[in-house]
C-alpha cells in the first residue's frame, strides 16, 4: 500500500476543515503508517496498544470523519468496513473469505477501466475506481 507522507498531519488537517484533535490525529497517523487497510476495531486495539486508549466509538466516528473529507477512504467487504489513505490513486481487491484489502496501482488498470467504463455506458474519470473481490493466495489453497 502506498502510504502518505506524515510530516505536518495537524496541518492537514486543518486544510480539509477538520479540528486537530487527538482521536483525529492518532487514527490519521496510524492509517498512514500502516500499510494496510484496517477495522475500525484494529486502529482502536492499536491505539489501545500504543498507550491511546480512544473509545472505540470515537474511533469509529473519527474513521467516518477521515472518510467523508477525503483524507481516508472506506472499503466494504465481507466482514468489518476497511479504512485506509494513500497518495497515489489505486484500485482495490478484496478477499471474500478473510476480508483482507489489497491495492493495485490505477496505471495497471488504466485500459481495463476504460473499457469498463465504456461498457456500461460510464463516464468515468480520473477518480474512478474498481473493487475486485474473490479469494487472496492464502485463502483459495
Known amino acids: 500500500m502506498t502510504t502518505i507522507a506524515t510530516p505536518d498531519l495537524p496541518a492537514l488537517l486543518r486544510h ?66 476497511r479504512y485506509g489513505v494513500s497518495s497515489e490513486p489505486h484500485h482495490h481487491t478484496v478477499c471474500e473469505t478473510c476480508g483482507q484489502v489489497g491495492e493495485l496501482p490505477v496505471e495497471q488498470l488504466r485500459e481495463a477501466v476504460a473499457r469498463i467504463a465504456e461498457l456500461a455506458g460510464l463516464h468515468a474519470d480520473a477518480s474512478a475506481s474498481l473493487l475486485i473481490y474473490g479469494r487472496c493466495t492464502r485463502c483459495s489453497t
Open 16 to 81: 480539509h476543515g477538520l479540528r486537530c484533535t487527538p482521536s483525529r490525529l492518532s487514527a490519521l497517523k496510524l492509517l498512514s503508517v500502516s500499510g494496510s487497510h484496517l477495522s475500525s476495531a484494529e486502529v482502536s486495539a492499536e491505539l489501545k496498544r500504543l498507550g491511546l486508549p480512544i473509545d472505540q466509538t470515537t474511533v469509529y466516528r473519527t474513521l467516518e470523519t477521515l472518510t467523508e473529507t477525503g483524507l481516508a477512504h472506506a472499503i466494504h467487504g465481507p466482514g468489518p468496513k
